[in-house]
């Protein structure tokens, strides 16, 4: 018995003779006994602890981790002569230096020949980490900090407020945490304290360094006082607020305005109304240093006084400034590069800013309460560029699709549209007249309308026989057969005469309705054929003709003029009784539901489309019908208002997506049911909720294509860089017809090789011929076209070879100018800008087919990122991996079906689920890469089997398919640029002799340099597969830290570039702008850098005083100095046609 036992005997006795009551007795034996099992547990505790400790000790290894602390400190205190151990990073530090880096790495590579997939995978993804430190890029005990670095007190301030109290950065919150914890350990360490009392606090000084480098990251995040968690110095880094995105890739600058826009129909093309005040204050300075050189005030104060108190001679002064000066105007949000653009300031009262009719629709500006900014270009160089480059003269062409921007629209179109239609024969004409200027007194006279069918000689704007030969085939809808003779009598109208007199003079006199189609196509060959101030004399004559007539026009719509077709109640009649014996067949059984629905659907299809065509019918019989006149001349709306304005609506969907068998019978004018206007509602609210979601997916994706493609320059590196294979496109299609976008596939490229048509080289104009080399400008395309040939192999982006740069034959035409494009230009950006600013015209929509069989089918803007992605696509099509005959189609009793294929070599299965359609039998030949089942192919898989050129083909003709079906005109050689990016690396099979890891990613070109390297010095190369990446996923993969940095996942993207050391060429745009230099594009490119301007008789200047000579243009002597315009263009090419 224990010595407590017996004491406890004794003093329940005690107790029993002292006549204590029994229940506390009772009570007292109850206590004691809970006592003494209390100690047995503990001391079995500490038992089992000595235990554990000594076996623990029996079985340990380096790199143990101990877990439980009271075993730890055991092991400590017993047998701490036998092991080293310790707690937190000062461990990790101790064994991180003991590590043998290259024994591991070798250790790694063996465990690369593994059979455990697993295993292979760790090594794999342990080798990326081991590698730069075995490369001795960083000594591993580095990456542990042994000191914390403050950054400069004014990047975290601290403000005082009114209350007497402190406003202070997070940041400071979280280094005084860290302070207080450092400086207590500090004490306690010199006071001796128990280990536990210090670890405790060595591991709250790890959360607060945690917490200061990356709150949240690990554990609950350190909330400051309201509960929010502290900005720690990641969340300065990433996101829109942060560092890199708020401050480092846009600034706010000085030097700015803002105001809502009004319309300037009086202005030039490249003028612009700015308000008095607000140009006075975007020139101050400008304005005092002229006033103090006019000798109107004394020094720069008095100027300054003069200025803020508008004084007289200071608006005088104003407009002399400006004279010459551009400003440049930006329109929110700029999805591409004419969203800025220069022009030349014109002061006007009020405080609104004017802008040119034309430039709105580069700007997609419009008048219902828009705001414009206003910039200056400061510097000589800065005007130089902003006249040279970003005038609105010079920048009449879409950089998408190269076709004209600065097309007239809505009332400019109506007016053209009447004066040039014409409802009577020509021939029909009842009087002559000698000239115009008599028909034109007869028309005021009020003989004749603008409209009349007369006769008249039309003398100088008859244009230019020369000409009319050259484009007669390009607009034989709008031109006579032969070339209209000025000096004898013509049958036409008044209203074409003038049209015609807007025409630069020796242009061929059009003698056709001019709807909004074939103005551009005018204005197209107008651009192409003359010079820069006669295009713009052109634009602006036209725009005023516009106005004029659309004014003259008296457009108005009345309620009559919506002419619902007589025959609208037979044809539903006709089609209701369809639908009955529909329903009867359904109901004996004879057709399945789904059929049922499917043929509903179909006949109310029809229904709608005989009541459009018999409406359109009835407005053409309506002369000058104003609805008719709108849509006809494309100034506004389409068929399918008009038709339910005037038809029937007909078929609508519900909010999931299945569309309604019960049509909408009425139209707007007779006005809809309950019933019917209750299930529209559904439409017109998802069409208000996709526009805005829309908005904002297609921004992120401009975004992320901006940032896969952003450091393509073009440079000219000669033709070994040129893969002169060459890309295959095809101009006539499947049907026999030619391509109807053979302008977006071909326009402006150059040939790979000659054009042959029965062995013999196609000739085109004066005997020349397609030959390889030969650029495909507008009459190249129409040889081509003309010519039969079935595809031409031409120059594409796919054929230049430095995936960093694009080569200038590659290509071909900047589609902006019309001309090869300049090296240095930027064509990786105009690119993505091209495809992602008409993403917010595509749908957002999945359509269902009601219910029926067959999947939702992705289109619009979810489709192009599905692309861009490289996802595997919503009911992706099984594909044939192997080119051989179909044996067999097999039912499992599941009801998947089993297709067999066969060929020489092998057979293979292939599995299809139930739910898809098959489209091949029994019995037919496939090729490889070829479609068994409906729907969609998975890119991935398209590389897999049929290589890397058909991918590309895949994805480029996907990409511009979804775009062509919303009438979006996109060239080609943009979604090239993307898709090229897209497969710029190489996935290491095996590394062999090189130094790659297994799996690693790689730069193709660098990989087939390698290779090529080991190859000569008699090694095994390399062995890859190209890989298709998501477009973020290669914006993420780019080998300079900052981009990738400011573009997403910020901190990880520092963390391993730390960690390999990673340095930054400062090669791309991006990178450049964060740092603030030169971006080597445009004419901070090297190309233009090098280059000094040849000028004999200049004398020698710095650049300082070549920039105040430039501005002080009385006192320079005459022509010492070109004007920043001249000295800029000289930067360029020789003979160029830019400066005016």
Sequence with gaps: ESKRVKQMKLEIKAMENAKVPEAEVQERKKDIEKEIKGKKKKSDDEIEVIKNAFSRLKTLKPKDIIEDDTLWREMIDKYDEYFTGGMGAEAVRELVKLVDLKAEMEKLKSDL??????????????????????????????????????????????????????????????????????????????????????????????????????????????????????????DMLKGKQGRFRQNLLGKRVDYSARSVIVVGPHLQLQQCGLPKMMALELFKPFVMKRLVELGLAQNIKSAKRMVERSRAQVWDVLA????????????????????????????????????????????????????????????AEAQAEARVLMLATNNVLSPASG???????????????????????????????????????????????????????????????????????????????????????????????????????????????????????IISEVIERYNKAELREFLDAMKDIGFKYGAKAGLSVAMTDVKTPPEKSTILEKHE?????????????????????????????????????????????????????????????????????????????????????????????????????????????????????????????????????????????????IDWRGTKKTVIESDGKVSRYLHSKLYGRVLAEDIKKDKKVVEFGDSQKLTKGTYIDAEVLDAISKSGVESVNILSPFNSQDPETMDPLCYGFS?????????????????????????????????????????????????????????????????????????????????????????????????????????????????????????????????????????????????????????????????????????????????????????????????????????????????????????????????????????QETTRVLTEAAMKKSSDALSGLKENVIIGTLIPAGTGSEAYQKLSPSLPDAPEVSSLGFMEASSDSEESDGDALPNPAQWLAMLGEEGEEETE
């Design 113 to 234: 020949d593994s059979k455990s997939a697993q295993r292979r995978q760790r090594a794999i993804q342990r080798m990326k980490v081991i590698k730069p430190f075995a490369d001795g890029k960083n000594p591993p005990e580095a990456m542990i900090l042994e000191i914390v670095p403050v950054i400069p007190p004014e990047l975290r301030p601290m403000v005082q407020l009114d209350g007497g109290r402190f406003a202070t950065s997070d940041l400071n919150d979280l280094y005084r945490r860290l302070i207080n914890r450092n400086n207590r350990l500090k004490k306690l360490i010199e006071l001796g304290a128990p280990d536990i009392i210090i670890s405790n606090e060595k591991r709250m000084l790890q959360e607060s360094v945690d917490a200061l480098f990356d709150n949240g990251r690990r554990g609950r995040a350190v909330a400051g006082a309201g509960g929010r968690g502290l900005k720690s110095l990641s």
């Design 320 to 379: 002399e400034v400006i004279e010459e000066h551009p400003v440049l105007l930006n329109r929110a949000p700029t999805l591409h590069r004419l969203g800025i653009q220069a022009f030349e300031p014109i002061l006007v009262e009020g405080k609104a800013i004017q802008v040119h009719p034309l430039v709105c629709e580069a700007f997609n500006a419009d008048f219902d309460g828009d705001q414009m900014a206003v910039h200056v270009p400061l510097s």
């Design 815 to 1047: 589609l902006a100018t019309g001309k090869p494009v300049e090296v240095g230009e930027a064509v990786g950006i105009i690119s993505a800008q091209s495809i992602g600013e008409p993403g917010t015209q595509l749908t957002m929509r999945t359509f269902h087919t009601g219910g029926v069989v067959g999947l939702d089918i992705t289109s619009g803007l979810p489709r192009i990122v599905e692309l861009f992605e490289a996802r595997n696509p919503k009911g992706k099509s099984v594909m044939s991996s192997i080119q051989g005959k179909i044996k067999s189609i097999d039912t499992t009793p599941e009801g998947t079906r089993v297709i067999t294929i066969q060929n020489e070599k092998e057979d293979i299965e292939v599995e299809v689920l139930r739910r898809q359609t098959l489209v091949v039998n029994q019995g037919d030949t496939v090729e490889a890469g070829d479609a068994l089942t409906t729907g969609p192919k998975a890119p991935k898989e398209v590389l897999e089997i049929n290589g890397v050129r058909a991918c590309q083909e895949y994805l480029v003709d996907e990409v511009q398919k979804t775009y062509r079906d919303q009438g979006v005109e996109v060239h080609d050689k943009h979604v090239e640029m993307i898709v090229r990016q897209m497969l710029r690396r190489v996935r290491i099979v095996s590394a062999n002799d090189s130094d790659y890891l297994p799996n690693e990613l790689v730069d193709s070109t660098l990989f087939r340099k390698t290779n090529q390297a080991l190859v000569k010095e008699g090694k095994t190369p390399a062995e890859g597969r190209p890989e298709l990446m998501g477009i973020t996923k290669a914006s993420l993969a780019t080998d300079s830290w900052l981009s990738a940095a400011s573009f």
């Design 577 to 721: 009784s369809d639908a009955e014996k529909i329903e009867n067949q359904y109901n004996s059984g004879a057709i399945s539901e789904a059929e049922r629905k499917k043929a509903i659907i179909q006949i109310w299809t029809k229904a709608t489309d005989e009541i459009q065509y018999a409406m359109s019918r009835a407005l053409e019989a309506d002369e000058f019908n104003p609805v008719d006149m709108m849509v006809k001349s494309g100034a506004r709306g389409n068929m399918m208002q008009v038709r339910q304005l005037a038809g029937m609506r007909g078929l609508v969907a519900n909010p999931k997506g299945d569309i309604i068998e019960r049509p909408i019978k009425s139209n707007f004018r007779e006005g809809m049911s309950v019933l019917e206007y209750f299930i529209s509602t559904h439409g017109a609210r998802k069409g208000l909720a996709d526009t805005a979601l829309r908005t904002a997916d297609s921004g992120y994706l401009t975004r992320r294509l901006v940032d896969v493609a952003a450091g393509i320059v073009v440079r000219d590196q000669g033709d070994e860089n």
């Design 403 to 521: 076709n004209p921007i600065v097309s007239p629209s809505q009332d400019m179109v109506i007016g053209l549209y009447y004066i040039t239609e014409c409802y009577e024969k020509l021939e029909d004409a009842k009087m002559a007249f000698v000239d115009i200027n008599e028909a034109e007194q007869a028309y005021e006279a009020g003989h004749i309308g603008l409209q009349t069918p007369i006769r008249v000689r039309v003398g100088e704007i008859a244009g230019d026989p020369k000409i009319h030969g050259e484009i007669k085939n390009r607009f034989t809808d709008l031109m006579t057969e032969d070339p209209v003779d000025g000096t004898a009598l013509l049958n036409t109208t008044l209203g074409r005469v003038y049209f015609n007199n807007v025409l630069p003079n020796d242009f061929p006199f059009i003698q056709a309705k001019v709807r909004k189609n074939e103005m551009k196509r």
